[in-house]
């Protein structure tokens, strides 16, 4: 190697002014350059494995529709396969919604929190989200009309894609499922679900596109979760209005599922015809 290849690359970057005060305070805390943290960042950036652009399915949606609630696969589990997404929790123990690699679980009183790594999931969807484009959007009043609005953003119907919507809202709809004893038929868990209003609000919906041809496996349509910006509630979105938002969308070409190894799994009868059964209990 001659000397010039082992001279240092010395680059001029503009870093946003809440990263550079977290990288001034990190410095700070651990005696090291702020360099020197550069450096490391970036070796683990680059040294990372690669993550696929895949939607990975903890188990398929017709068996949470029959009414099996404990399967075994780990939050931390989930969160190998993706940094957002969205599910629930053993016995329907509240909504799942996965933002920036943190999991939260929203119970039936409308409440989150953080979900410990220990946590169990009969069905979450998940995956690592890079958004292809954003949109800034202003003023749709109906959720019909976003389900429109987002039809008009999405290339394909054939295709799965991530979609993540951040700003202010003038309305949420939300509900979130309570704890509900095993075997109980989805449709009938979601009878008496808790349902929740928020008006001008801010914070961030997760969720997926999914086309209709695989509608046994997850939710067909729009499928997406809220949680408000402090993070302290949210919920299934059955319904909103935007004011201002900024909505980025992932292309994902690639489904990855998992099959529970649980008996309730291994011996349920899955054949059964369950799309009006979902339609019922998603809307």
Do not use: W
Not at 67 to 87: M, P, S, W
Not at 134 to 152: C, Q, S, V, W
Not at 209 to 236: K, N, S, V, W
Not at 240 to 250: E, N, P, S, Y
Request: hydrophobic share 40%; aromatic share 8%.
């Amino acid at each position: 190697m001659t000397e010039q290849n082992k001279q240092n690359l010395h680059l001029d970057i503009s870093l946003p002014d809440e990263l550079l005060q977290q990288l001034r305070q990190e410095a700070l805390r651990t005696g090291s350059s702020e360099a020197d943290i550069v450096q490391r960042a970036l070796r683990q950036l680059l040294s990372a494995p690669k993550k696929s652009n895949a939607v990975y399915l903890s188990a398929p949606i017709n068996a949470l529709v029959e009414g099996f609630y404990v399967e075994n696969t780990t939050v931390a589990q989930i969160k190998k396969h993706g940094d957002f997404g969205l599910g629930t929790f053993n016995y329907l123990d509240g909504e799942m919604v996965v933002l920036d690699g943190v999991v939260y679980q929203v119970r039936s009183d409308g409440t989150a929190t953080i979900a410990e790594d220990g946590e169990q999931s009969p069905f979450a969807c998940a995956t690592f989200f890079r958004p292809d484009t954003f949109d800034d959007i202003a003023g749709t009043e109906e959720y019909k009309n976003i389900e429109m609005l987002l039809d008009t953003l999405i290339p394909s119907a054939n295709m799965l894609y991530a979609i993540r919507i951040d700003g202010t809202f003038r309305r949420v709809k939300t509900r979130a499922v309570a704890k509900t004893e095993n075997y109980t038929p989805l449709v009938e868990a979601t009878k008496n679900q808790p349902v929740f209003d928020f008006h001008d609000v801010e914070g961030s919906m997760a969720g997926f596109f999914t086309p209709l041809f695989i509608e046994t496996i997850t939710a067909p349509g729009y499928h997406l979760h809220f949680l408000t910006a402090d993070r302290q509630h949210g919920g299934h979105v059955i319904g909103c209005a935007l004011h201002k938002v900024r909505i980025g969308i992932q292309h994902v070409p690639m489904l990855e599922m998992g099959l529970p190894i649980t008996l309730d799994f291994l011996t349920a009868d899955l054949t059964r015809d369950t799309t009006r059964d979902l339609e019922k209990a998603e809307k």
